[in-house]
């Protein structure tokens, strides 16, 4: 028979300091494997592509020294991470990774349905895209071509080398910037990841909405300072409404506008080409809404940038690819000219046609290679949007309309009630 | 043989050495050559009374240790050799021991007593021995009253052993019948009554029915309160650890009793002998605890549903209660404060008075303060201790808003009386109690600070003073340091108060250390976590100051070392020094490692530290040091990569800490361990894997391993996988199986206890997190094939912890992740299996609309990769 002992704590610290230093200790390890964890996870969605083509096809340089990236390598970097190794890959296939970790809109050339309640609209700042990462103490911002904009410190989550108790130093956030030259501003138009969570599998309106909420609790949107080298700024984003996109179209912002895009609500982050992202532009709302070539110039006619394949057949960047013609073999061992290279055509007086929506024919004439810096052939839409818009262009008014037409239909039509 | 037997039973206690030897070794040769015939012999001893008393004695406590171990895979052997052995031989010991109850001699049948509640701890779960009880309690009453003391005594160990559901109520309510007879008044035998009113005490948690019936509920406390009056002070004792008990167990029963229970503990607390009145107050201390518990868990909201009500004795009780209690504060013992081990009137009034200010909150305030201003200033020293102790006492409970004001006046009294109280006792409880402001009224969460720029100095001044005072005094001073600098903990990269005094305070500890008395009244220990604490909450205006300690701490430790030829008592002293050097330097590790600026600096002193590690290993023959391994865990994660170079070293004491299975702490604290290793070296760990593994495998195989390591254990797995990836593969043929079995046990934890639930979900999240890893691990390996395999056990474990309804949040966010992770990795070769179960549509979208954020999280993720896996 246990008799109880009535004895109590007296005048005694609440716990053992050892006891606080074990479970301080388990503490960081639950954290710790939460994060690799997570990690582990993130890279597995984000970096997907990059691995499956390691083993496939491409040849990747690892180089120690990274003169670029990490002035002052240190232990600490060895810790993995991958969207970082990613810039020890070289050459092209840097632009080809790069290109493929931006959503790029399909140029707007007809309006899609319910506009004015599946989509976001927002005036584009002009400027350069870039995907920025901050991570380890700094931020990197990379073009569509994968070469470094900037190398800087910032208040974005381990951004800087400064304290930030808030994470682990390696998780990543990953951020779809344009940078406005003339304010020396990051307009971010899209979050990606954020503190080592991706983003990428979240709809529109989700990362939208936690670009808008997380961004400023960093300090990131503050004016610059020692260890905040750029603002940043997430844009105004509108519901697609009548004023909504009167806004967007009309309205004053601090940044140069280059026409108008359009987000669709639902849509997760899809890198490459996606139709569920659009632009349009008109003159009112962007001084480029014609392509301009190397010199500035708004060339007389149009010119396309196809990709040569295999069997001679020039294609778009789409996936799939539509075929715009086609080199016969004997041009093509003439000129020197390989599968895969980007080449410039200038559309003739025939121009397109189109049956049934598709591609029937197209007048082009070879100019020559393209600037080699450039990574990939013009998009379907994109071609289509430039064709247009030097004979009968979508206007203001067209997008207008369809929004009117949207809510005569709800508004206007009543329920058509099956009968039995 | 019987004579031998006897012999060799009084032999085995003589008091010479070589005598004594002999005589167990041939007692332990005659188990070993014939279990039965030595149970039996032992039994025939026991119950003989020609016999010496010491050899009957002995050979009950031999019976009696045969049956039971602490150890529990020790106590499964011995229970599974008692079942085994024949019946005949069984019935006979049985019925030795039962005859033995009635021995005149005391010694004699209270061992029996015990060795028949240890066979009926065997027996009856196994339906063996039915007629046990029938058999104590079918002439009870016509036995003599030593037989009767006897068999009630063997009641309240039966009821101890044996689990309330292997006894049928019927039984149950004859137990409680004879027991509750033999503690009446009208039972004329004092020893009687005691072991009646003991064996009540373990009966107890067999009382449910009956405590359910008002009749029977009114008699039992009739009784008991009856005996809290009986005039033999062990009687009354005894009867008040019932009420204690009672007060505990069937708190919701208590209303119609409480009143005149509060009048005969009130009469018990001032009159009665001191073992009488302690058990009188802890059962309002324990009340206080029932009543803390329940508001805590409803947070003072009772709706209709509350599993039980909170009835507010404390409060109604409180004009009473508080008088009572503060008069006990004035009760002290000369002394006390040196005295480890002092239980007393006045220490357990003033722990119960704390207790009551936790229950009601601001309430007691008006109650306590005449009292301390009545006593705080009077020439006695019990009284300035008395009140001082009641201030304290009542600072954890009211609101910052009802305390700040008096606590703003009171401080300047307290570090004056720190500093000037001629009396040891008062500046003892004059410490405390600063250190209980600091704790409970300073810190961020305190919206009006009592500690500012103005009298921070002060404070500081007052304590490091203090510091040099007597041991006991010095020691609670620490303790008051520690609360102030944790108070400032959250300041971060800002400015801290305690800056400009950072390298005085440092300087002050370090000196303590240095003492010769240090070692009394725990002092060294405490100036060393307070230290830890002073440096955990320091600014970033003092990291500096913190890299010049790290030399200071190193050399000491190293000094520590250089002790040559110690004798036990001093290699003890320095292994317990050694412990709070490297706990010490843990938490520098952390500090320092943690942010990037003084991590470069600190990377110079890594070498140097690592070596000091491995020494104190060594000073070890057969144990790692367990704080030097928590130390090293916090290394690795500081320096990450870069610790391969150590572990050719190290390695051999990771491995001896993880085979530590007696002392489990320390193995917990070498697989944490492991994991650290693991995400510093990620793949470079490989070489270490094989002999990690084997011994992780072994330590999950031993049921010598107490139970709590083994879910980090599975969790490690995941940890070694994520970092060597597809190399994991080797060891999936033993992990695997390991982890199904465990996932199979861990499926069902209903009708398990809230331990049972708790450690249930501990496993299951440990396999879930080994899955992860390995899923993880191999996720892009061409090797992700060989998992392909183990995935329709894995999602049918989904779908039974899905089923069960039981999981924890944190098991919840680790099954869904898992599903993530399986559907990541095997991709479309698993989609069809992913579509089959139920956790990819009912749970994950329970999941999808959790409110936990971290769960919801994981199944955004889960979502992903399973669309992914079934759209391809």
């Known amino acids: 028979m246990a008799p109880p002992d009535p004895r109590r ?412 | 043989m019987a004579m031998e037997v006897t012999m060799m039973l009084l032999n085995a206690q003589a008091v010479d050495g070589t005598v004594r030897k002999h005589a167990e070794e041939s007692l332990k040769q005659f188990q070993e050559q014939n279990l039965p015939s030595f149970l039996f012999s032992l039994s025939g001893e026991l119950v003989n009374e020609e016999k010496p008393v010491d050899s009957r004695k002995l050979a009950g406590l031999i019976l009696k240790n045969a049956l039971d171990a602490k150890e529990q895979h020790r106590k499964f052997e011995l229970v599974q050799r008692w079942l085994a052995l024949d019946s005949a031989v069984k019935a006979q010991i049985k019925s030795c021991l039962l005859q033995t109850l009635s021995s005149p001699v005391h010694d004699a049948r209270s061992t029996a007593s015990q060795v028949v509640a240890k066979v009926a701890g065997i027996d009856l779960p196994h339906n063996q021995w039915p007629e046990l009880i029938g058999a104590l309690l079918s002439n009870l009453h016509q036995l003599p009253p030593h037989a009767k003391q006897a068999t009630l005594e063997t009641l309240g160990y039966l009821c101890e052993e044996v689990s309330p559901d292997v006894v049928d109520q019927d039984q149950v309510n004859k137990i409680l019948t004879a027991v509750v007879q033999g503690m009446n008044s009208s039972e004329g035998n004092i020893d009687v009554r005691l072991a009646a009113t003991r064996a009540l005490y373990n009966a107890l948690s067999f009382a449910q029915a009956n405590f359910s019936n008002d009749m029977e509920r009114d008699y039992i406390m009739r009784v008991v309160c009856e005996a809290t009056l009986s005039p033999e002070v062990k009687i009354r004792q005894a009867a008040y650890e019932c009420l204690v008990s009672i007060s505990s167990t069937y708190y919701d029963k208590l209303a119609p009793y409480i009143q005149d229970i509060f009048n005969i503990t009130a009469k018990a607390v001032k009159e009665d002998e001191e073992p009488v009145a302690l058990q009188a107050i802890e059962f309002w201390s324990s009340i206080c605890d029932e009543e803390i518990d329940i508001i805590e868990e409803y947070g003072g909201e009772f709706s209709g549903d509350s599993d039980i009500p909170c009835f507010y004795f404390i409060k109604q009780a409180l004009p009473a209660l508080v008088p009572l209690l503060l008069e006990t504060l004035l009760k002290q013992e000369e002394d006390q404060d040196q005295d480890e081990g002092a239980w007393n009137l006045a220490m357990a009034g003033g722990t119960c008075l704390g207790l009551v200010a936790r229950t009601v909150g601001d309430d007691i305030v008006p109650l306590v303060m005449p009292f301390i201003q009545e006593n705080i200033t009077k020439p006695e020293w019990r009284q300035r201790e008395a009140a001082t102790y009641a201030f304290g006492s009542i600072l954890e409970g009211p609101s910052p808003d009802k305390l700040t004001s008096i606590v703003n006046v009171a401080l300047n009294f307290m570090l004056s009386a720190l500093m000037k109280d001629p009396n040891n006792h008062v500046k003892d409880t004059t410490a405390w109690t600063l250190g209980r402001i600091f704790e409970f009224l300073h810190g961020s969460t305190v919206d009006t600070p009592i500690i500012t720029h103005a009298n921070c100095q002060q404070i500081i001044t007052v304590l490091l003073q203090s510091m040099k005072d007597a041991p006991n005094v010095a020691e609670k001073t620490c303790g008051a340091l520690y609360f102030l600098a944790q108070g400032f903990e959250d300041v971060g990269s800002s400015s801290s108060p305690l800056t400009p005094f950072f390298q005085d305070i440092v300087q002050a500890l370090l000196t303590v250390t240095h003492r010769e008395d240090a070692g009394e009244s725990r002092l060294r220990t405490a100036a060393y976590e307070t230290l830890n604490e002073v440096v955990r909450c320091s600014s970033d205006e003092t990291a500096l100051m913190v890299m010049q300690l790290v030399p200071i701490i190193m050399t000491e430790l190293h000094q520590t070392l250089e002790l040559q030829k110690l004798s036990s008592d001093e290699r003890e002293k320095q292994n317990e020094l050694q412990g709070l050097l490297c706990g010490c330097l843990q938490v520098m590790i952390q500090k320092l490692g943690g942010s990037e600026p003084t991590k470069y600096v600190f990377m110079q002193y890594v070498d140097q530290m690592m070596g000091l590690f491995l020494r104190v290993f060594a000073c070890r023959s057969a144990t790692v040091h367990e704080e030097a391994m928590l130390a090293i865990g916090a290394l690795a994660y500081a320096i990450g990569a870069d610790f391969v170079k150590y572990m050719p070293e190290f390695y051999k004491y990771l491995e001896m800490g993880l085979q530590n299975f007696e002392e489990y702490q320390v193995c917990a604290i070498t697989v944490g361990v492991v994991g650290d290793i693991c995400r510093a070296l990620e793949d470079k760990v490989l070489p270490y894997c094989d002999g990690i593994m084997t011994q992780l495998l072994k330590d999950l195989s031993s049921n010598q391993l107490h139970r709590s390591v083994k879910p980090p254990i599975f969790s490690c797995f995941g940890d070694i996988s994520l970092a060597i990836g597809e190399n994991f593969e080797k060891y999936l043929m033993y992990a695997m199986p390991m982890l199904q079995s465990a996932a199979e046990l861990s499926v069902h934890a209903s009708g398990a206890d809230d331990e049972m639930a708790e450690y249930t979900n501990l496993l299951r999240n440990g396999i879930l997190e080994a899955y992860s890893g390995i899923f993880q691990g191999f996720k892009n390996s061409p090797k992700t094939q060989l998992l392909m395999p183990f995935a329709p056990h894995i999602l049918q474990f989904l779908d039974s912890l899905y089923m069960e309804k039981d999981m924890d949040d944190v098991v919840m966010k680790t099954a869904i992740g898992v599903l993530g992770d399986l559907a990541d990795t095997l991709g479309s070769n698993a989609g069809p299996l992913i579509q089959q179960s139920v956790s990819s549509r009912d749970f994950l979208n329970e999941c999808l609309s959790s409110d936990d954020h971290l769960i919801k999280e994981s199944a955004e993720w889960a979502k992903s990769t399973i669309s992914r896996a079934i759209s391809v």
């Open chain 1, 9 to 420: 704590p007296f005048k005694r610290l609440p716990i053992s300091d050892q006891q606080k230093r074990r479970e301080l200790a388990l503490l960081r390890q639950a954290q710790s494997r939460r994060d690799s964890q997570h990690h582990a996870r993130c890279i597995a969605s984000s970096v997907l592509s990059l691995q499956n083509r390691e083993e496939s096809q491409l040849e990747i340089e690892i180089e120690e020294a990274e003169p670029e990236l990490s002035p002052k390598p240190s232990s600490s970097n060895s810790r993995d991470f991958d969207v970082l190794r990613s810039s020890k890959l070289r050459g092209p296939e840097v632009r080809q990774w790069f290109a493929r970790q931006l959503m790029l809109p399909e140029w707007m050339v007809d309006v899609p349905p319910r506009l004015n309640s599946d989509w976001y609209v927002f005036a584009r700042p002009a400027g350069k895209r870039c995907l920025l990462v901050s991570s380890n103490g700094t931020t990197v911002s990379r073009l569509r071509n994968g070469s470094i904009l900037h190398h800087f410190p910032s208040a974005l989550p381990n951004g800087a080398r400064t304290k930030d108790i808030s994470g682990p130093a390696h998780s990543f956030s990953i951020l779809d910037c344009i940078f406005h030259e003339p304010d020396q501003t990051y307009y971010v138009i899209d979050m990606l990841c954020w503190r080592g969570y991706s983003l990428y599998d979240c709809s529109a309106e989700f990362r939208f909405f936690w670009l808008n909420s997380k961004l400023a609790e960093t300090g990131a949107c503050n004016p610059p300072s020692q260890y905040h080298r750029y603002r940043f700024t997430p844009v105004l984003i509108y519901e697609c409404d009548h004023i909504g996109l009167h806004e967007a179209y009309t309205g004053a912002f601090p940044y140069t506008k280059d026409g108008l895009s359009f987000y669709n609500r639902h849509a997760h982050y899809q890198t490459g080409n996606t139709p569920l992202a659009l632009v349009w532009k008109d003159e009112n709302c962007s001084q480029y809404v014609l392509d301009t070539d190397n010199k500035g110039q708004v060339p007389a006619q149009q010119q396309v940038v196809l990709e040569l394949q295999d069997d001679g057949k020039l294609t778009t960047s789409d996936d799939p690819r539509v075929v715009c013609g086609c080199l016969d073999s004997n041009f093509m061992q003439q000129s020197g000219l390989q599968s895969g290279s980007l080449l410039r055509f200038v559309v003739g007086e025939g121009g397109f046609r189109f049956v049934d929506g598709k591609l029937e024919m197209a007048d082009i004439h070879y100019i020559g290679k393209t600037n080699r810096a450039r990574a990939f052939a013009d998009s379907y839409s994109k071609i289509l949007f430039q064709y247009t818009a030097r004979r009968s262009p979508l206007k203001i008014d067209d997008l207008v309309a369809s929004i009117s037409s949207c809510h005569s239909q709800e508004d206007g039509s009543p329920d058509v009630k099956m009968v039995l």
